[in-house]
């Protein structure tokens, strides 16, 4: 794979927030946390930490000189617990001091004592209990309560899915520099530059333009660095601030799996209605989110699960009611899909039971309901080029999903202990931020005297390969080789005010921003070189692999000669430029609009293997056809596409998030934790690509590819659930995921 980290990464010579040479005088900083789920803080004994050489100093909620308050999109949450305990891993402060060790030791000796309180860890409790972040929302399309009477199969149920932890391989962390005059400069692994900029001014009590952040790049995020990399940041940054010396945070495996959120785990009940011929005609659910103790990201979250809650069908009369409910669990947060699988994993388990309930084939109900141009999606916005026939009908032939069909009946027929399974899982996936303000993004571009350039972003790399697309649509729009082009870190005073880099739009947003900027450089230069030429109008020439033509034919002026002309005459040859998605919009009292520039297809298919004595299975393979736009890098793409595809298998069958009675976290270390690893990824998974699909909004037709195929993982549980099927013909099996190869036994057996 080609990609501009990639010899750095072998190597080990890429940079990561614990690899940066700090400098000398570097202090270490580690949180302490509540040990319980629910209670006040009587009591907080720092006497014996306090004593131990090497701490300089221990900090609470009351060292705080501005506001103690993390919370984007509701202010609930506190850097820093203030009396009440909300969650087992609450930061309640930190311990600075000469090195990490002294920190964690000294960590370790604070005293505690509360009084705890009642705690809540279910869903539907903290709804009976009316605790909520939130009103319950609500989106509705056509009438569902008229359309009953006329359906000929109604089936109603409860769908349960699993929480996740995002394993990004880099913990969170960050390091925090103070400079002159009351400026901090923060290094942060973060995907929102502008969020820990913004919160750490506001926990300071300064203003923004006294808080600098950069980042390089991260190990990793998954959206758990959307939101959750605030906090760190904003410690570290507390610590360096009151001691004016650099202070360096970064949190171990166990703590960062313990302390941060996690994929939101919902329980849902749907109702769906068909003709017998299989066509829906109506379509109700509620969505039980388990947020945890405070907000974060969980009302956007949720919205994108109403969004997403149709998939890929077309449905007349829809009803969706979404509601946050807040209980004793550390913040959920977002994790790749942002709630769009949840949504999608309801109505595939509601098509699933009414297959059965029809005798059906659930493949054949889903074939029917596909969107077609023209529809409108649930929530009013229109279908415009939705490839999801063609990806369907593409990966049926390409496939021959018949015969692999034919192929697991006739191995079911043959064999007794092991049964196959196949399913099939459409995908169509809403690309732009639901919150319409956030579709924006700018870039700054510098073309230097020797012709070499220098591009800065709002984007984030996280090992996604933004930095390549972003290079690639630089020497594409200049046409320059990309070895001329740096992409630099993200930093917030080269480009302020940004977005997450997230919602799979960051190569879309950053790269048209960057193309902008390209274009308002070039422009100048082509200005350039028609004085140089002699020509009348610029609209003749342009810049092909570094040499001016003129009229289609090549002149003398090459691209080195061009830049330094233009330096000489004294032209601009630097540009910032800001991209905003345009034609979206969303009104969130109706709950209608068109909240997304596009969507991305996709069908997949997945055959797997249960061994029906012991519950174990194997995905055997994944097939998958997707909608990619004009790839503007197939490796990546492709690479997005397999990794997607194992995070969602994983999220849906051996990742079991689990916790102790009193709201401690069990699987909190990668012992405990299962994820998919070489025996549990897919034997074979094939990645192809749907031809002619066009996508004016991303760079150079091309389309977001991130989040998107982790939905294809459903398909894998359908597909265990037809194979244990399989094997138990009259069992009506519950929907509840993950499953794990101990319920898949227990649901065999009992
Ligand atoms: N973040 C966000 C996201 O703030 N809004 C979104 O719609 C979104 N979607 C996916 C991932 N992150
Ligand atoms: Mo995200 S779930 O940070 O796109």
Redesign the pocket.
């Known amino acids: 794979m080609r990609k501009t980290d990639i010899e750095k990464h072998v190597r080990g010579e890429s940079q990561f927030i614990d690899d940066i040479n700090v400098p000398e005088g570097t202090l270490y900083a580690a949180a302490f946390d509540s040990k319980i789920a629910h209670g006040e803080i009587l009591n907080i004994n720092v006497d014996e930490a306090k004593s131990i050489f090497g701490v300089r100093a221990i900090l609470t909620s009351k060292d705080i000189p501005g506001i103690n308050q993390v919370g984007g999109i509701i202010p609930d949450e506190t850097l820093f617990a203030e009396g009440e305990v909300h969650f087992v891993g609450e930061p309640i402060g930190i311990v600075v001091a000469d090195s990490y060790d002294i920190a964690r030791k000294a960590v370790n000796k604070i005293k505690i004592d509360y009084e705890k309180l009642p705690a809540v860890f279910d869903p539907r409790e903290a709804f009976e209990k009316g605790e909520l972040i939130m009103p319950p929302r609500i989106f509705s399309f056509g009438n569902v309560d008229e359309i009953w009477d006329k359906c000929d199969i109604i089936v109603e149920g409860k769908v349960e899915t699993g929480g996740q932890e995002h394993i990004y391989l880099e913990t969170q962390g960050s390091v925090a520099i103070p400079e002159e005059g009351g400026k901090i400069k923060l290094i942060s692994a973060t995907q929102s530059p502008t969020t820990v900029q913004r919160t750490v001014a506001r926990i300071l009590g300064v203003e923004m333009n006294n808080i600098e952040v950069d980042v390089l790049r991260l190990g990793g995020a998954f959206?758990g660095k959307?939101d959750q990399a605030t906090h760190w940041a904003a410690m570290a940054a507390l610590a360096a601030h009151k001691l004016n010396k650099p202070v360096k945070l970064v949190l171990s495996r166990m703590d960062d799996i313990r302390m941060t959120g996690k994929r939101h785990p919902y329980s849902s009940d749907y109702k769906i209605g068909l003709t017998s011929e299989g066509k829906i005609l109506a379509f109700e659910a509620t969505y039980f989110q388990n947020a945890g103790a405070f907000a974060d990201?969980s009302p956007?979250i949720l919205?994108?699960t109403l969004f997403h809650a149709t998939n890929s069908y077309y449905i007349p009369n829809v009803k969706t009611t979404g509601i946050s409910c807040k209980t004793n669990l550390p913040p959920n947060t977002?994790f790749r899909?942002?709630g769009?699988p949840q949504g999608k994993f309801v109505i595939e388990a509601a098509i699933y039971k009414a297959a059965e309930k029809m005798g059906m084939d659930a493949s054949e109900i889903q074939r029917k309901n596909l969107l077609k141009d023209d529809k409108t999606f649930y929530y009013g916005q229109l279908v415009e080029n939705s490839y999801a026939e063609k990806c369907w009908t593409k990966a049926e032939e390409k496939y021959d999903l018949k015969k692999l069909k034919q192929e697991v009946e006739d191995f079911n027929r043959k064999n007794y202990q092991f049964k196959k399974g196949i399913a099939v899982m459409p995908i169509c996936f809403g690309i732009?931020?639901?919150?319409t303000f956030?579709n924006q993004a700018s870039a700054l571009v510098h073309v230097y005297t020797d012709g070499s350039i220098g591009v800065s972003t709002a984007a984030v790399e996280m090992g996604q390969g933004v930095n390549e697309k972003i290079k690639i649509v630089v020497s594409r729009t200049f046409s320059v080789s990309q070895e001329r082009i740096r992409i630099e870190t993200t930093n917030t005073t080269r480009v302020a005010n940004t977005s997450?880099t997230?919602?799979?739009s960051g190569a879309d947003l950053n790269g048209n921003a960057a193309i902008l900027a390209c274009k308002n450089i070039l422009d100048r230069l082509l200005k350039v070189a028609a004085e140089e030429l002699k020509v009348s109008d610029t609209s003749e020439l342009e810049i092909r692999n570094e040499v001016l033509y003129n009229q289609g034919i090549k002149t003398n002026l090459i691209w080195d000669e061009l830049i330094k002309l233009a330096y000489i005459k004294r032209i601009n040859l630097s540009s910032q430029a800001s991209y905003a998605t345009p034609n979206i919009n969303f009104d969130r009292e109706k709950n209608t609009g068109s909240p997304f520039a596009y969507h991305v297809y996709g069908t997949g298919i997945t055959t797997v293997t249960v061994d029906c004595l012991r519950g174990t299975y194997t995905i055997d393979s994944v097939k998958v056809v997707h909608d990619f736009g004009k790839s503007l890098n197939p490796v990546i793409d492709i690479g997005q596409v397999e990794g997607g595809i194992a995070q969602g298998i994983g999220w849906l069958t051996v990742e079991e998030v689990s916790h102790s009675d009193e709201g401690k976290l069990l699987s909190n270390s990668l012992s405990t934790y299962k994820i998919p690893d070489i025996y549990s990824a897919a034997k074979e998974v094939e990645v192809s690509f749907l031809e002619d699909t066009e996508n004016q909004y991303g760079p150079f037709n091309s389309k977001a590819i991130g989040?998107p195929p982790l939905m294809y993982g459903i398909s894998a549980y359908f597909a265990i659930l037809n194979a244990m099927k399989a094997f138990r013909p009259e069992k009506d099996f519950e929907i509840s995921a993950p499953l794990t190869p101990e319920k898949v036994l227990m649901n065999l057996y009992n």
């Open positions: 959206g959307e990201l956007a919205d994108r977002a899909g942002f769009g732009s931020f639901t919150n956030l997450a997230a919602a799979s989040e």
